[in-house]
């Protein structure tokens, strides 16, 4: 069994800043890549920023040079740093694993975390 547990979220003013955290528990063998996504209402879950094991990372052009991605490896767990934050950052963020469960060989998986509401006022 494994679970996500991201928390962090929360009500922020425009231009403010929020930290977002997801820790990875269960029967973990390894974790490839970790990442967050948001999902708007009535949007489409879209992919926010991605990490990989060795910290190479991705964004999306709406954030680059607003939000920034890191992990520990040693702790399972990804964070999300959202500086200068904007109205349509509000959303439900979600963290992404990509990983491999004790005795399942070398095959991953994706699991999600239940989400975490984020929302900046005007």
């Known amino acids: 069994q494994v679970q996500l547990v991201e928390s962090g979220g929360g009500l922020v003013q425009a231009g403010g800043s929020l930290r977002l955290s997801c820790a990875a528990s269960g029967s973990i063998f390894s974790i490839n890549d970790m990442g967050w996504y948001r999902q708007a209402p009535g949007n489409q879950r879209d992919l926010v920023a991605i990490?990989?094991?060795?910290?190479?990372?991705n964004y999306a052009d709406s954030v680059k040079g607003r939000l920034t991605i890191s992990r520990d490896n040693a702790k399972n767990t990804v964070y999300l740093q959202m500086n200068s934050l904007k109205p349509e950052d509000t959303a439900v963020y979600y963290c992404?694993?990509?990983?491999?469960?004790?005795?399942?060989?070398?095959?991953?998986?994706?699991?999600w975390g239940q989400g975490t509401q984020v929302t900046v006022s005007s």
């Open positions: 992404n694993a990509n990983l491999i469960v004790r005795g399942a060989g070398y095959r991953s998986s994706d699991y």
């Open positions: 990490i990989t094991r060795v910290g190479s990372t």
